[in-house]
């Protein structure tokens, strides 16, 4: 097994050590104040308690819609005063996708980590936007790319001047409105020296499977999950939520969050394991 990156601190908390597993977690997108709350306290408390560094995950926008009239989110304005109440309340790290280069620096007076979304993993100038703010960039590696290409972006990244990076897998395009993430990809991730994510929710989406929405098959979350954490990955990535079929996006590929915690602690006996 390739050696992992060199960890970094977020918040006082370690990332990307060996043998230690970290969460980022949360709801697709900011909802309203008080239920981001409700997630953010039920996932720190489990962290808390399991000694996971965790980050709490929300957008403020989902841009990439497989429909004009997908829901989208509050906007940066409200949306970023949200995750700001839930960092100031919870005490927890915040990561957030940005999908312009105008917006990193706005959601970096927030956000400790700024995320570049999977169909936007080759847009330099947002690579370069978000590595020019000081914060953690978590790069989600595009369905459309293999994993040897996933180093691009990360020189991008890096030769902005980004020190702490991540790169995570998604799942790539297997077909028509179908994902499929192959293991092959994270020792091949390993190899570029940053901490490497498995995104076990997003992986199993089904493209525009729903027509105008993107289908998913959320019972296969903890399979792929613990392969990811077999094959050596440094942190999972999981969309959760009280009740995922109420969310307006990403519904059917998010994890009820009360499976969390059993899900959780198998995750971390794996990867006692394979450290």
């Not at 230690?20 to 308690?49: M, N, Q």
């Not at 996971?52 to 989902?62: I, L």
């Not at 979304?117 to 978590?138: E, M």
């Not at 940053?194 to 929710?201: E, M, W």
Request: aromatic share 6%.
């Amino acid at each position: 097994m390739s050696q992992p990156g060199k960890p970094f601190q977020i918040a006082g908390q370690s990332f990307g050590e060996p043998g230690r597993l970290f969460l980022l977690a949360g709801p697709c997108v900011v909802e309203e104040r008080d239920l981001a709350i409700r997630i953010a306290t039920f996932v720190r408390d489990l962290c808390l308690r399991l000694e996971v560094p965790y980050v709490f995950k929300a957008s403020f926008d989902k841009a990439n819609r497989s429909s004009i009239r997908g829901h989208r989110g509050p906007g940066v304005q409200e949306g970023l005063e949200i995750l700001k109440a839930v960092k100031d309340e919870v005490g927890v790290p915040i990561v957030t996708d940005v999908h312009l280069p105008e917006q990193c620096a706005m959601a970096a007076e927030v956000a400790d980590i700024l995320q570049i979304p999977a169909f936007l993993c080759r847009q330099t100038d947002l690579i370069v936007a978000a590595a020019k703010t000081g914060c953690v960039v978590n790069i989600k590696k595009g369905q459309f790319l293999a994993p040897w290409d996933a180093k691009h972006p990360i020189e991008k990244a890096r030769q902005a001047g980004a020190e702490r990076i991540m790169i995570t897998e998604r799942g790539t395009s297997f077909g028509y409105n179908n994902l499929v993430t192959d293991p092959r990809s994270f020792p091949i991730l390993r190899e570029f020296g940053v901490p490497v994510v498995h995104d076990a929710t997003h992986s199993l989406q089904l493209p525009g499977g729903n027509g105008e929405t993107t289908g998913g098959q959320r019972q296969y979350i903890p399979h792929v999950a613990r392969a990811a954490v077999a094959a050596g990955v440094d942190g999972i990535f999981a969309e959760v939520h009280e009740d995922p079929s109420s969310s307006p996006s990403d519904a059917e590929n998010m994890l009820q969050l009360e499976e969390l915690p059993p899900l959780l602690e198998t995750l971390l006996k794996i990867h006692e394991l394979v450290s």
